[in-house]
């Protein structure tokens, strides 16, 4: 095999473990790896804002915001309006938050930490190099990308731009 192959070959195999992951993730729990992730910071935060979750797991405002929405809708959170300051909420898991949390999956990413961290510095600075490289060589260095490995967004994005494709014509 070229060494061209075996590069898309590894590349396709992390972007399959990533997609068999988030599956698995929703089959178990029901939960995307944002909805997952937001969850466990609100479970690791005491009084802590929109604003600050959005920080701490990459997405925007507005993002974390819709998330909340639909993670309430589900009865898995409640907000609280702050008694310091009444223009804060609080987002506070409820019961079947903390029971979702506790039966759902670790994340994939934190399998990936765990084991990059224990690698010699050396290493990690040549996984990233290399890992830099690829995103240029694929124009993919300045899209917008949070620190969490879920191929999630893209599936939605792109069945968003199918389902909003004009039909053929039948001939």
Do not use: N
Request: net charge positive; hydrophobic share 40%; with cysteine.
């Amino acid at each position: 095999m070229e060494t061209i192959d075996q590069v898309l070959v590894a590349m396709r195999r992390v972007l399959r473990a990533t997609a068999l992951h988030s599956k698995h993730l929703s089959k178990t729990v029901g939960l995307t790896m944002p909805q997952l992730l937001l969850l466990q910071a609100i479970a690791g935060g005491q009084d802590v804002t929109v604003g600050e979750l959005a920080r701490r797991i990459s997405l925007s405002q507005a993002t974390v915001t819709t998330i909340l929405d639909r993670l309430q809708k589900r009865g898995l959170l409640y907000r609280q309006r702050s008694t310091s300051d009444k223009r804060k909420i609080h987002p506070c898991l409820t019961a079947e938050g903390r029971r979702v949390l506790e039966t759902a999956p670790t994340p994939l990413q934190e399998q990936f930490i765990r084991q990059f961290r224990g690698l010699e510095p050396w290493e990690q600075s040549m996984i990233l190099a290399a890992l830099q490289r690829v995103a240029q060589m694929m124009d993919a260095q300045d899209i917008d990308a949070s620190p969490f490995l879920d191929l999630g967004e893209l599936d939605r994005t792109a069945k968003r731009s199918r389902d909003s494709a004009p039909e053929p014509l039948a001939g």
